[in-house]
């Protein structure tokens, strides 16, 4: 059962324009949601968050949109840049004291010079 | 320091070798997990370690056994793998959850790449 989906498997961009990477989720005690970059070989770096309280949280060129009744959230990249191309997981934790992360299978964003 | 250092980076070894992880982290995090992740998929938990006691084991097969011997240190002893253990192996930490308290991300190692021949 997967409980955070990431439907669309790759996108590709653009350079300068907005990359929008969704995320839906079925688990209602999901509290707390974050999304990583991934680069080949590497570990995942966290990139942005947001609460369950609130709806939007923005950092640069990062913006993050939760929808709690849709259970749905999305990474907006704008401008997008190629060093941005990278595998984007989406992973939420729910809100027991175990601090458990399930991840997205991910999204392949490729920006396109 | 941000870091989570992994090490080895890179491990082969064979079915009947014992080899560890190593993982370490200088944040004050006092939570510390380890992941699996195969190609192509996300990362999946193996154990959590809260305070330096195991809290989750994600049903991970003994062959797997995890060490906390301190608040910064976390081990992943192997013996007797699989041809199919083969992954990257993520060690990663946070502060620990507390209900209506801190939010804070989980930080990630670099990863141990794997391969059991």
């Known amino acids: 059962d997967q409980q955070v989906k990431q439907n669309s498997p790759s996108l590709s961009v653009q350079e300068g324009r907005i990359s929008i990477l969704n995320c839906d989720y079925t688990n209602s005690m999901f509290d707390y949601f974050l999304w990583y970059k991934k680069y080949p070989a590497e570990g995942p770096t966290f990139l942005i968050s947001i609460s369950s309280i609130k709806d939007k949280n923005e950092d640069g060129r990062f913006t993050v949109f939760l929808n709690k009744s849709a259970k749905h959230l999305s990474l907006h990249i704008v401008p997008s840049q190629p060093g941005d191309s990278a595998v984007y997981f989406c992973?939420?934790?729910?809100?027991?004291?175990?601090?458990?992360?399930?991840f997205g299978k991910g999204i392949t964003l490729s920006v396109r010079p | 320091d941000t870091e989570v250092t992994q090490t080895p980076k890179h491990l082969v070894m064979g079915m009947t070798n014992k080899k560890s992880l190593k993982c370490e982290q200088h944040?004050?995090?006092?939570?510390m997990y380890w992941y699996k992740q195969k190609a192509k998929k996300p990362p999946e938990l193996m154990f959590v370690?809260?305070?330096?006691?195991?809290?989750i084991n994600e049903s991970v097969p003994s062959r797997f056994s995890p060490e906390c011997p301190n608040s910064s240190l976390l081990n992943l002893h192997l013996h007797a793998l699989q041809p199919e253990d083969s992954a990257l192996y993520l060690c990663a930490s946070s502060h620990q959850h507390r209900t209506g308290g801190l939010n804070t991300e989980a930080f990630f190692g670099q990863g141990t790449r794997l391969t059991v021949v």
């Open positions: 944040m004050g995090h006092r939570a």
């Open positions: 992973a939420a934790r729910d809100t027991g004291a175990n601090s458990k992360l399930t």
């Open positions: 370690y809260s305070y330096e006691k195991l809290s």
